[in-house]
């Protein structure tokens, strides 16, 4: 057998290192390419704390800047464009006359809402005496609007209008704003109620159910529909997506939907004060009756009278629920006209 020559050894020495020189530059190409394709598609948040910060999208970026709750409620100051304006018939909210009260959020272009609810529903409120619906708005950059919100408010009385922007980012803002105007405002009611202003609320039926949770003792009380082992939305391209530094956990703690629940006078209290120090999260039901609930050491309670979903037009279902959402005010003017209809006859269950 021929041993190879000196020159054949090194010939092949040569081409082993050549090759593994291309095959260095093909590694070190592939591996930029694989940094440039992070850099541009990977969500930020994938990538480090600093840059999660920094390269949200416009539509996502306000998350971060609205962090500080506390900012943009300003607790130690009053916030007030408009207070209600109690009347012989409808007592101060911090009189120890008020039972429920109702806050329904509503946005302030909404006037045919709000006159729709206090048509139909907040009717029952107006006869009971110790039930009170207030209307709770922020402020337009239309000063139209906001006029036309100032003559509704004389007129009627229930409006309370605070000093922030109402927009749907900020939400969470008007909601904690609630907490705040019931702890100032309201803080001799039994049990406060948020409510959207799509909503039907069959109060005499809420009233009967909150009298024995009274007898009860319910300090701490979290009534709705409760909605658990909801997740974050993790897809880039969704404009629900929630960067894992706004929220990190994979599952939402139980929370109640922000279509309609109640809180009682001491979990109120608990909320608002927790509300301040806990970090924006932009899903006002989540953030306030699960996140916010949770640190308060508050648990939501479920009850079947309240859904967040689409009622059938039913006039004998409606006799009998407590919250039903997505009601035009046509539908609610019309609902609200069967339930009273004597003529419609209903089965005892």
Known sequence: ?????????????????????????????????????????????????????????????????????????????????????????TPTCNGSGVFLAVVVCSAVANAGA????????????????????????????????????????????????????DSYNNLTIKS????????????????????????????????????????TAAKNLLLGCLIKGATPVKDWHSKWYVPDSIFPGRVYPPYLSGTGYVLS?????????????????YLEDVFVTGICASRAGLSPTNHEGFKFYKRKSDTCAFRSLITAHRMSPKELRQMWANIHNPSIKCKKS
């Open 1 to 89: 057998m021929r041993k190879p020559k000196r020159d054949d050894t090194s010939a092949a020495d040569a081409r082993s290192a050549e090759e593994c020189r291309v095959l260095g530059r093909v590694c070190l190409v592939a591996v930029c390419v694989l940094c440039v394709w992070g850099v541009l598609y990977m969500p930020p948040a994938m990538r480090s704390g600093v840059a999660t910060r920094v390269t949200l999208p416009d539509h996502l970026a306000w998350m971060v800047s609205q962090s500080d709750v506390a900012l943009y409620v300003r607790p130690d100051n009053d916030t007030s464009f408009l207070a209600a304006t109690p009347t012989s018939a």
């Open 114 to 165: 709000r006159n729709a609810i206090r048509d139909t529903w907040a009717q029952d409120a107006k006869h009971a005496g110790n039930l009170r619906v207030f209307f709770l708005l922020g402020k337009s950059p239309n000063d139209s609007l906001n006029a036309l919100v100032s003559s509704e408010s004389e007129k009627f009385g229930d409006i309370i209008q605070q000093d922030f922007v």
């Open 176 to 215: 904690v704003m609630m907490l705040k105007w019931a702890t100032e405002h309201c803080s001799k009611a039994n049990f406060i109620m948020k409510t959207d202003d799509d909503m039907f609320v069959h109060l005499p039926n809420l009233f009967r159910l909150l009298k024995t949770k009274k007898k």
């Open 265 to 281: 006078r001491n979990a109120v209290t608990l909320l608002y004060r927790t509300a301040l120090s806990t970090p924006f999260f």
